[in-house]
Nanobody
Framework: QVPLVESGGGLVQAGGSLRLSCAPS????????MVWYRQAPGKQRELVAG???????NYAESVKGRFTISRGNVKNTVYLQMNSLKPEDTAVYYC?????????????????WGQGTQVTVSS
């Protein structure tokens, strides 16, 4: 069973918006940091945005001012609001969660992952 489940991906025109959601499929205790990664074909997985249990956020330079990460009222849920989407935002987006505090770029930092949701931005 995949511990995290993403939803909200799809096809959108450039300039449009999407909201991704991530929720646990089973009870997970002691989550601190939750993040969104993305991976485009032929490229490495990159950290897009993260949020700690204390509310500290961090964003990749390429999405600052366009994407917003937030945690939901339901425990261990996280959202990624994506506005002003560009074709270069096209990728599979993955949610991940870590037991340790801190937004770190290394994928090995995170303990739980989702299967990913496809986001395609047409020009």
């Amino acid at each position: 069973q995949v511990p995290l489940v993403e939803s909200g991906g799809g096809l959108v025109q450039a300039g449009g918006s999407l909201r991704l959601s991530c929720a646990p499929s089973t009870t997970i205790f002691s989550i601190n940091t939750m993040v969104w990664y993305r991976q485009a074909p032929g490229k490495q997985r990159e950290l897009v945005a993260g949020i700690t249990s204390g509310g500290t956020t961090n964003y990749a330079e390429s999405v600052k001012g366009r994407f917003t990460i937030s945690r939901g009222n339901v425990k261990n849920t996280v959202y990624l609001q994506m506005n002003s989407l560009k074709p270069e935002d096209t990728a599979v987006y993955y949610c991940a969660a870590g037991l340790r505090e801190g937004i770190i770029g290394a994928t090995s930092w995170y303990d739980y992952w989702g299967q990913g949701t496809q986001v395609t931005v047409s020009s």
